[in-house]
């Protein structure tokens, strides 16, 4: 029998393994549980196992890559960085160390550097997925979105890998930025059909789309499947009373954010949902403690001093909403609401010239048709008063 010189070389290695002439890797058992545990979601177990790795081969650039992806999933972003940036020095022609590093670089807002990185990936391995993917969120999330590089990322890594259901969330949010909400849906939608191992936050985020075009219905019942698969994650009971609460629900917005705080007491932006609620069917009382309940527990939204301003306006107590509404509008400059209601306190307490300009502010950064109807209504009665 003639063997070639291939097989002869793959024969003699076999030979030498079984003969203990070449010994398995001290590290070698170290990196294989490290990548049972990070399959396990055991993040620090997997960092424990690629740090000893590291320990007995400080040149195992795949230790460094594990541990920093490890390091990623645990929101540790420094350590992360630092294990790619030693990766790509221990192997520079690595796409899978670019991609890393560049997927940290984007996430700390470092965009340029991470598009670097990825396209460096790319020029290496054409055929990798991933940092096409990863270059499709740079170009829409930096700071001047360029939507069409993004498209072109994302068909991209699908055309490599049509079975990832991240790649189908990335193609779907670039549609939506495009104001294309039909296209975006059908890339969610298949996102859904994929079922990847984030599909709780994939339901959550085409709750979330359903939600923002008033689909309420569709809206809850992607939320019923997210809490179907995490029964115990507070916070989808929380968006869930908020659909029902916006689709005239209220009993039901109820139980869902009473539940929310039954699984985490501290939830600060269920204590303002429950606020809305109790607003909604005219509890003030209620609605003003549970307002005041979310701010002390660190929801730093605008909202919620506007909700509670609405309060103390409908208890009459002017003063102490304009308290408030300063506050609103020292976050947010443009809300046009917090501007309507702190010109109506201003209107009831007799200063008419401040009440004035707060309407004219309503108005210049209103999108609501009424609100800038009754603003400009208001204007021209209050001149006319003078």
């Known amino acids: 029998m003639i063997f070639s010189m291939r097989s002869a070389v793959k024969i003699l290695i076999s030979a030498l ?64 960085l630092t294990d790619f940036k030693k990766a790509v020095e221990l192997r520079p022609g690595s796409a899978e160390a670019l991609t890393g590093r560049g997927r940290v670089y984007s996430l700390k807002g470092q965009f340029d550097l991470a598009i670097q990185d990825l396209n460096d990936a790319i020029r290496i391995d054409s055929g990798y997925s991933e ?19 993004a498209l072109a990322s994302y068909n991209k890594a699908i055309e490599l890998d049509g079975k990832v ?28 059909e994929l079922k990847g191992p984030r599909l ?16 309420y219905d569709r809206a809850i019942a992607d939320r019923d499947m997210a809490i179907q698969l995490r029964p115990d994650f507070a916070p989808n009971y929380n968006s869930r009373a908020w659909y029902y609460l916006m689709n005239g629900e209220s009993e039901k917005a109820m139980l869902d954010v009473d539940k929310c705080l039954e699984l985490d007491p501290n939830y600060s932006y269920a204590w303002s949902t429950r606020g809305e609620i109790f ?50 509008i020292d976050i947010n400059a443009e809300n046009a609401e917090a501007y309507l209601y702190r010109a109506l306190c201003y209107k009831v307490l007799g200063q008419p010239d401040k009440a004035i300009a707060d309407f004219q502010s309503a108005a210049n950064f209103s999108h609501d048709a009424a609100v800038i109807k009754q603003a400009m209504s208001e204007i021209e009665s209050l001149r006319e008063a003078k």
């Open 200 to 215: 709780v936050a994939n339901y959550e985020n085409r709750s979330y789309r359903y939600a923002s075009i008033n689909e």
């Open 17 to 80: 393994f079984i003969g203990g002439c070449l010994p398995v890797s001290s590290a070698t058992p170290y990196m294989s549980s490290a990548k049972v545990d990070f399959e396990n979601g055991s993040y620090d177990k997997a960092i424990t196992n690629y740090s000893r790795a590291i320990e007995l081969d400080k040149r195992l650039a795949d230790a460094y890559i594990g541990r920093g992806n490890a390091y990623f999933q645990i929101a540790k972003y420094d350590e992360s």
């Open 131 to 149: 940092a096409y993917y990863r270059l499709g969120r740079c170009y829409r999330l930096q700071k001047n979105p360029d939507l069409t590089m």
């Open 279 to 328: 607003y909604a069917v005219g509890n003030i009382n209620q609605a003003l403690d549970d307002f005041s309940r979310s701010l002390q527990l660190g929801n730093p939204g605008t909202v919620v001093y506007y909700e509670r301003a609405k309060c103390y306006y409908h208890k009459k107590e002017y003063s102490i909403a304009i308290v408030d509404l300063n506050k609103a």
């Open 165 to 192: 259901a991240d790649y189908y969330e990335g193609l779907g949010n670039c549609l939506w930025d495009m104001e294309e909400q039909g296209r975006a849906f059908q890339a969610y939608n298949t996102m859904i």
